[in-house]
């Protein structure tokens, strides 16, 4: 008995551990090949993403927001990364789009931004929510062109919206990692599986 929780215990251990996306072959699903439109790709490791997240309704920051976010994988030096140079001259506003977890949500998300303008740093932000409540917001700092954002909660996000630069600022998305919250049920099997462990050493 004790060696089949053992077994559930590294299973559910597998399934909290952080996953990240980086679209190149060594990510979750292999990668994504150049010129895919990001969509459902990953819903089988627990996110899908979908395109103008904010349309400047309630809630939305304001800003004249993009109604066609470009979501193409391109290649810049050799790494796969999100947002092309041409789709970003034809978006008509400030790019967003919206990561939404499965599940019970996750309990952090950082992303890579690249090419990040110093005078244009405030629109590239991370916007954490559980449900429509906005949890907590990571800009970025004028001090470099790449950065790595990340937003964390005690309470669970389910999604997270994401602001690549402005308007006037091409900027890149990578390294998109999560940290899954498990399933009530995983934790249940976790504290069962630690007082069947007491046991047995108590025993011995």
């Not at 679209?23 to 395109?51: E, K, R």
């Not at 309704?57 to 947002?83: F, K």
Request: proline share 6%.
């Amino acid at each position: 008995m004790a060696l089949g929780i053992a077994g559930l215990l590294t299973a559910s251990s597998v399934s909290a551990a952080p996953i990240t996306i980086t679209f190149d072959p060594g990510d979750p699903i292999g990668g994504l090949p150049v010129g895919t439109m990001l969509a459902n790709q990953y819903a089988g490791v627990g996110v899908t993403f979908t395109p103008n997240a904010f349309t400047g309704t309630a809630g939305a920051p304001t800003g004249i927001w993009a109604t066609n976010t470009d979501m193409t994988i391109v290649s810049i030096a050799g790494s796969n990364q999100l947002r092309s140079g041409t789709g970003w001259i034809n978006e008509d506003g400030d790019a967003s789009f919206r990561a939404t977890f499965a599940g019970a949500g996750v309990s952090s998300v950082s992303a890579l931004f690249g090419g990040i303008l110093p005078s244009e740093a405030g629109s590239t932000r991370l916007f954490a929510y559980n449900g429509s409540t906005l949890l907590v917001v990571s800009m970025a700092s004028g001090s470099d062109d790449e950065q790595v954002l990340t937003v964390s909660s005690m309470v669970p996000i389910t999604s997270v919206v994401f602001t690549p630069g402005d308007f006037f600022d091409y900027v890149t998305v990578d390294n998109i990692t999560f940290t899954p919250i498990p399933e009530p049920a995983t934790l249940t099997l976790l504290a069962l599986g630690v007082a069947a462990a007491a046991r047995s050493r108590r025993r011995r």
